[in-house]
């Protein structure tokens, strides 16, 4: 196989992506809006170039990992008007099913495959390789990806027609979010009966009420460091919204999710929408 591979999107995922990729033989041909990233880059061994239609022009796979709806939509865009031969081009990102249907749509129509394969992980998993990627779209071309996904991930699986992707990543996330605030209030909890938050993260964790979760963001609750964020406030909040909708137009009551959307709101409100999501443990440490 060849192991050159394009990524559009070099932020907290991308970046740890992108070096554990070059760390694995592979040549990444990357890009990103931000110069201070590209350097960054650049100097951990990925080959930056000028903009997206660049990394299409060098790479036969390009994956993309982007914040917004628009910018995946403009992604899309100028690798279809790159003029290059057909590539599979794997989205990462955690979108609304119109949106992943758009990019697809805009993708086949110059020739090209698409793939809806977002994350299961944070960048702090990331950076160890512990995410998942729940694959969707054309079989082919999902088992042509299936090395490439194996230096960077520690599971994936093809979960059969365009789109399913998303809709697993949206009912992991879907736990995430319950988790992450379940996992808070237990901490204040704790405090409050004057037990040692450390001992509280060491003994919990391994046992029958730890959660992935728990295990990563216990410890930072701890410390009331949310520094480096693994996952900002501002950006849950979009994965939050979508997980929302989706649910709305299945009709399916989510109680317990619902319930924690304000604690989101609240943190920011408070500010905190640039700290990772184990942030969380402020606004509920207020009440």
């Not at 299409?56 to 790159?82: F, K």
């Not at 702090?124 to 969707?136: C, F, G, I, T």
Request: net charge negative.
């Amino acid at each position: 196989m060849d192991k050159t591979v394009g990524l559009v999107g070099l932020g907290i995922m991308g970046s740890a992506i992108a070096r554990n990729l070059v760390d694995r033989g592979w040549r990444v041909i990357g890009f990103d809006i931000d110069a201070a990233r590209r350097a960054e880059l650049s100097r951990d061994g990925v080959t930056v170039v000028e903009d997206a239609a660049s990394v299409a022009r060098d790479a036969p796979v390009i994956m993309t990992s982007l914040p917004t709806p628009a910018a995946v939509a403009d992604v899309a865009r100028a690798i279809a008007n790159s003029g290059q031969p057909p590539r599979i081009v794997v989205e990462l990102s955690t979108l609304s099913i119109a949106d992943k249907l758009a990019f697809e749509s805009l993708l086949r129509g110059a020739g090209h495959i698409a793939l809806d394969c977002p994350l299961s992980g944070t960048g702090a998993q990331a950076k160890n390789r512990d995410l998942v990627v729940y694959a969707s779209g054309d079989s082919a071309a999902i088992a042509r990806c299936a090395p490439l996904f194996a230096d960077f991930a520690r599971q994936s699986a093809d979960l059969g027609s365009y789109g399913n992707g998303s809709r697993m990543k949206f009912i992991a996330n879907h736990l995430v979010a319950i988790h992450n605030v379940a996992s808070a209030e237990a901490m204040i909890l704790a405090e409050r009966a004057g037990l040692d938050l450390k001992m509280v993260v060491d003994m919990v964790g391994p046992g029958a009420g730890g959660s992935r979760m728990f295990q990563m963001r216990a410890p930072m609750m701890v410390e009331r460091v949310y520094e480096p964020a693994t996952m900002k406030v501002s950006i849950w909040q979009k994965d939050m919204a979508i997980i929302g909708e989706f649910a709305d137009e299945l009709g399916c009551a989510t109680p317990l999710f619902s319930s924690t959307r304000p604690v989101y709101d609240q943190a920011m409100a408070m500010g905190l929408g640039d700290q990772d999501t184990a942030a969380v443990f402020e606004v509920l440490k207020k009440s």
